[in-house]
């Protein structure tokens, strides 16, 4: 599903990002590579605007480590990222914070506006940032584990408490996207893959479900859309706070979804009662939560056509 172990990178992939002194550059070029996770070097190949961006990222490390006086520090323990570089930093001051640089993404185009609006409450902050570079310095979290280490249950409790804190009313001006506007996206990559389509008449339904659901919400607030226990860190300011917020303006029940999706053994063993659990948890209407989850598990865009899981989920809870 869309981007909703590291690697080692060849330096030469970086030769036309030497800017300044020659020892300096190489330094800088050798410390990025190694530091581009799987995941992201994977994304990068899909499109010549992201492999450019990631030839370009050794000069705008070097040059917002500069500019905002940071000292590059321990590796963090946390998850890898999948559409972003990120490295733990130092300020001037000696605090801890993590320097953060986005790939061309469109799920995450908002991502500073959001940690602006939010203002820590319950998200990281936003210490510094660069729109034109995707760059932000964010708060750390310290220890920084991942709500993973706690059991789904427990996660539910914590997810949902934090959901119901982000869903917030926004002013008449924004520059916020719809969610349909996401759900559109979607539904047009799907669409380009209907030759490896398992279950045409399924992957149309759920097409048509992404198509009404968005304009039938009875209430619209700012959604994180991206939240799962993997986005939720260990810190000294909260006991909880939340990364990686992807913002749209849209119906709550949405938002429900992607951390089911990562309970998937849980949703797909007992979707009904796994879908009602965090329906009630998050005081938002069951029918719609199930909706949702039945929309993305059958025409969201995926790499793999031919894995069943989330095919089968969607034929186990389809209207």
């Not at 789904?152 to 008449?172: A, H, K, M, N």
């Not at 959604?223 to 939720?232: C, I, P, Q």
Request: aromatic letters at 6%; glycine letters at 6%; hydrophobic letters at 40%.
């Amino acid at each position: 599903m869309p981007c909703h172990g590291s690697t080692r990178i060849s330096p030469g992939l970086f030769s036309g990002a030497q800017d300044g002194p020659r020892n300096n550059a190489a330094a800088t070029i050798d410390a990025v590579a190694n530091r581009i996770p799987d995941r992201v070097a994977a994304n990068c190949r899909k499109s010549p605007e992201r492999m450019a961006w990631l030839e370009g990222l050794p000069a705008v490390v070097q040059e917002l480590e500069r500019r905002w006086g940071l000292t590059p520090d321990a590796p963090l323990s946390d998850e890898e990222p999948s559409c972003s570089y990120v490295e733990a930093v130092r300020r001037p001051d000696g605090i801890p914070a993590v320097l953060k640089i986005s790939m061309p993404h469109m799920e995450q185009e908002h991502e500073t506006d959001g940690l602006r609006f939010w203002n820590g409450d319950p998200t990281v902050r936003l210490l510094e940032s660069d729109d034109n570079l995707r760059a932000m310095l964010l708060e750390r979290c310290q220890p920084g584990t991942t709500l993973r280490v706690l059991d789904e249950c427990e996660q539910d409790i914590v997810i949902s408490g934090l959901l119901r804190r982000l869903w917030r009313p926004l002013p008449t001006l924004h520059r916020f996207r719809p969610l349909s506007a996401l759900t559109e996206y979607w539904s047009n990559e799907t669409l380009t893959e209907v030759a490896r389509w398992p279950d045409d008449g399924l992957v149309r339904e759920g097409l048509r479900v992404f198509k009404e659901l968005p304009y039938t919400a009875t209430r619209d607030v700012l959604l994180a859309t991206d939240l799962h226990a993997g986005n939720v860190l260990r810190a000294e300011r909260e006991p909880w706070l939340v990364i990686d917020p992807k913002p749209f303006v849209g119906d709550p029940a949405y938002d429900g979804t992607q951390h089911l999706f990562n309970c998937s053994a849980r949703l797909q063993s007992h979707p009904d009662r796994t879908i009602r659990r965090l329906a009630d948890l998050l005081d938002i209407e069951c029918e719609r939560l199930r909706l949702w989850t039945f929309a993305r598990a059958a025409a969201e865009p995926r790499e793999d056509w031919s894995n069943r899981e989330w095919m089968d989920l969607a034929r186990a809870i389809a209207p």
